[in-house]
């Protein structure tokens, strides 16, 4: 059959694209920003058209669940398939069940289902999705980052591997499907069939491919097994090979330079209910200082209003914000705790290899940002550099950054950091927050991509859609001055 593509696929997309689209099974393990959401939607859409495939079903994880229904499936899947998706989130969930158990019975379109792994944790998740599978065998279930699967005793991993039985054609995606060691292979091939690593156990896996050595706690006078090494890597490598694509992004010539990708974030109720109240506030004061359509003159005041709605979006406000009596300087976190940029940001760091240059405006943020990387990767990967840090300490960010191998994470202001410095160590960009300033923007952006640069650089944007966030990253796209777009669109909003 002919497949015509609406987006054009670059050289590798489209040769990964006709060596899997007909495999029932198949493991992509592309880097992110190599575009492996274009070949799995273009590999579901074949599918549909030969009629082999109905429905959809995609794992993935908070972060980037949303990110298929708003961005990926309407970007690629061609115009000419009727479909329809639904999420799996929260309280909005019972809806959906029904609006889905409804499309899925008229069975006159392609219909997707995009369910937040974590909900495979419980039974209820479990359930429903092996209700709904069992009702059809033209089905494709997508695991998107595979490797959130690699613990087989976890209660998530069971439960997508009882799923799996139910499934007909099945995919992994992830660009980092060893996290710790090749043991973390197992459950992602399990997923797939344990046909095709030959252990029906991880038990009998890891005695295959891992050495180990007894020891004994002489206090409990128990014996424990301990991991010491490896063995049979390349019988491994032979066994999953064909069922496996491969790439990085150093590795795709054809790939722009630049590549721009965007990470949805959702709200708390309690950033939600604070964002509307300072919205409210800004849209009386502009449509008090200024009548007309045209904004030509931004105060002072609602300058400060626009800055609080970014705050609010990152999880600090200034404590005067509540108090007026507090102490200038100090911030409440409005998460309690509980940020979801902090945990998005923490995901993705997981699932990108390499070093990673992250930038955010406020310095609560960075501070956040910063504690929480040490938690997680330890307390010699990350380097600082804003107003706070002193002359010789930003020196040996920088050579740490370059030089350093222990060092992962460069987190850093804008407006601090964006000039004159070469940060060519890393090939990704995180975009926390951004600031108003564009020429911040063009300028920090640069520091990755210079000359000593040999890879594509990759931008991730951080996203609460329909607020600042989404303002700022379209005036940057169409270089428009970006405080002045906002208060338009706040203004757009209030007619």
């Known amino acids: 059959m002919i497949y015509n593509y609406k987006t054009k696929p670059y050289n590798h997309q489209k040769e990964v ?38 429905i959809a079903i995609f794992f993935a994880p908070i972060v980037v669940h949303t990110n298929w229904l708003r961005n990926e499936i309407p970007a690629h899947l061609p115009d000419n398939i009727k479909w329809d998706a639904f999420l799996w989130e929260g309280k909005k969930t019972k809806k959906a069940k029904k609006e889905f158990d409804y499309v899925m019975n008229l069975r006159n ?14 039974d209820r ?40 039985k139910q499934a007909y054609f099945k995919r992994i995606l992830t660009g980092t499907p ?14 797939l069939g344990l ?35 490896f063995s049979n890597t390349r019988k491994l490598i032979e066994k999953i090979k064909p069922y496996t694509y491969y790439c990085k992004k150093s590795e795709c010539l054809d790939l722009p330079d630049k590549i721009y990708e965007r990470i949805l974030i959702e709200f708390t109720p309690k950033q939600q209910k604070l964002y509307e109240q300072i919205k409210r506030d800004a849209l009386l004061e502009i449509t008090g200082n200024n009548g007309n359509s045209n904004v030509s003159i931004i105060t002072p005041n609602v300058l400060s209003k ?45 699932d990108v290899d ?58 850093g202001q804008p407006q601090s950091g964006g000039i004159g410095l070469t940060l060519t160590g890393a090939n990704t960009v995180i975009y926390y927050s951004n600031s108003f300033n564009s020429e911040d923007r063009w300028q920090s952006e640069d520091r990755a991509h210079r000359i000593g640069q040999t890879k594509n650089v990759t931008y991730f944007d951080f996203e609460v859609e329909g607020t600042t966030d989404t303002q700022i990253i379209h005036a940057l796209i169409d270089k428009k001055d970006i405080a002045t777009s906002i208060v338009k669109g706040l203004r757009d909003e209030n007619k």
């Open 109 to 122: 379109k392609l219909t997707f289902l995009i369910i937040n792994i974590d909900a495979l944790s419980t």
């Open 178 to 191: 060893i996290t710790n060691n090749q043991l973390d292979l197992f459950s992602q091939f399990a997923f």
């Open 306 to 350: 626009l800055i609080r709605l970014r705050q609010v979006t990152g999880g600090f406000l200034p404590k005067t914000f509540i108090d007026e009596n507090a102490i200038p300087g100090e911030y409440i976190d409005i998460c309690d705790g509980k940020n979801p940029r902090l945990k998005a940001l923490i995901e993705l760091c997981q």
């Open 195 to 229: 046909n095709i690593i030959g252990e029906k156990t991880f038990w009998n896996f890891q005695n295959k491919y891992a050495k180990w050595e007894t020891q004994t706690n002489w206090k409990t006078k128990r014996e424990y097994r301990t991991l010491i090494g």
């Open 17 to 54: 694209f006709e060596l899997s689209r007909d495999e029932t099974v198949y493991a992509l393990f592309m880097e992110m920003g190599t575009g492996k959401s274009k070949v799995i939607i273009d590999t579901i859409a074949y599918n549909y058209l030969k009629r082999n495939i109905f």
């Open 125 to 164: 998740g479990k359930n429903a999705v092996i209700g709904w599978i069992n009702h059809t065998i033209d089905n494709i279930v997508i695991i998107d980052e595979s490797s959130r699967i690699k613990t087989p005793n976890s209660r998530r991993t069971k439960n997508i591997l009882k799923i799996s």
């Open 354 to 411: 390499g070093k990673i240059l992250i930038w955010s405006v406020f310095r609560p943020e960075i501070k956040a940002i910063s504690d929480a990387l040490k938690e997680e990767f330890g307390k010699n990967s990350v380097v600082e550099y804003h107003g706070g840090i002193n002359r010789v300490d930003r020196i040996n960010a920088v050579n740490s950054i370059q030089c350093n191998d222990t060092v992962r994470f460069f987190i």
